[in-house]
């Protein structure tokens, strides 16, 4: 079977690095396409004998980029294994990089500044990013965006991925979110100085928050509540479902949980931690 990966998402996100990782995975590469040609491209790498493709697809395409879910529909009538990675920042961290760059934007202009670029850009995308598997980039390293494409590459897209994620609220709620849950108002371990240096991973932390009957009913309250919800997901057809997880500094309370409810989904889903303070 043929696996096309489709890269779409804000310039400056990371896409550049997301197809050199696939390139280096053994996948056949072709940046900035014009949606329309995907069809011809397909076949001919088919029928050259390539069966695993990355395309990035974004608003370099012009007007075309609209057909792409139109196109992904088709190209998986026709028995190909298409999966889209979109990926996101947000616009001040966007703008910030093209300013250290000081490349500029795709859709510059005479009359749009650099803001109300990449805010256009992010309104022509809105109905793409709603379809694919979207990472926010705001706070990755490039390592660590690897490890996440890396990650998502290697999943099996028959199944609903659960996506478990930390964060910390003072960096911002993280835009790939499809549940957000607060766990701010739990004991926090950063005001003991012995635990203050270590993570919600390390064995002092989980000492210190798992006897504590408000943290247990967190975990329970939060872990019902995705589990009640979970086949609805899956009845709508989702392929991936995002639960962020947040406490101040995403550090302590908000892995501890993530964590925790990875481990008892993944008997029976298809899972992925993700911690973004700690990439």
């Not at 947000?90 to 749009?112: A, C, F, I, Q």
């Not at 809105?126 to 980039?137: F, L, M, Q, V």
Request: charged share 20%; with cysteine; proline share 6%.
């Amino acid at each position: 079977m043929t696996q096309l990966f489709l890269i779409s998402g804000l310039s400056g996100s990371g896409k550049s690095i997301a197809i050199k990782l696939l390139e280096d995975n053994g996948f056949y590469c072709v940046d900035n396409l014009p949606a329309e040609l995907l069809p011809t491209l397909i076949a001919n790498l088919q029928q050259a004998g390539n069966r695993q493709i990355a395309v990035a697809v974004d608003v370099r395409s012009g007007g075309s980029v609209r057909e792409l879910p139109a196109l992904i529909e088709q190209f998986r009538e026709q028995g190909i294994d298409v999966r889209l990675l979109f990926l996101d920042a947000n616009n001040d961290e966007l703008v910030k990089r093209y300013s250290e760059t000081r490349r500029r934007h795709p859709l510059s202009n005479d009359t749009l500044t650099l803001p109300e670029c990449v805010q256009q850009e992010r309104d022509l995308l809105a109905d793409i990013g709603s379809i694919g598997h979207r990472i926010d980039t705001s706070d990755l390293n490039p390592n660590a965006l690897r490890a996440w494409v890396k990650s998502f590459i290697q999943l099996d897209r028959a199944r609903l991925t659960l996506l478990f994620q930390s964060f910390g609220f003072k960096h911002g709620i993280p835009l790939d979110a499809d549940m957000v849950f607060d766990v701010r108002c739990l004991p926090n371990p950063h005001y003991n100085p012995f635990l203050r240096p270590l993570t919600g991973r390390d064995a002092p932390v989980i000492q210190f928050l798992e006897p504590l009957p408000a943290v247990q009913q967190m975990y329970d309250d939060i872990r019902s509540f995705v589990e009640r919800w979970l086949p609805a997901y899956v009845a709508d057809n989702r392929s991936y479902l995002t639960v962020a997880v947040g406490c101040t500094g995403g550090q302590h309370r908000s892995v501890y949980l993530t964590e925790r409810l990875a481990h008892h989904f993944a008997p029976q889903q298809q899972v992925l931690v993700r911690h973004r303070e700690l990439g």
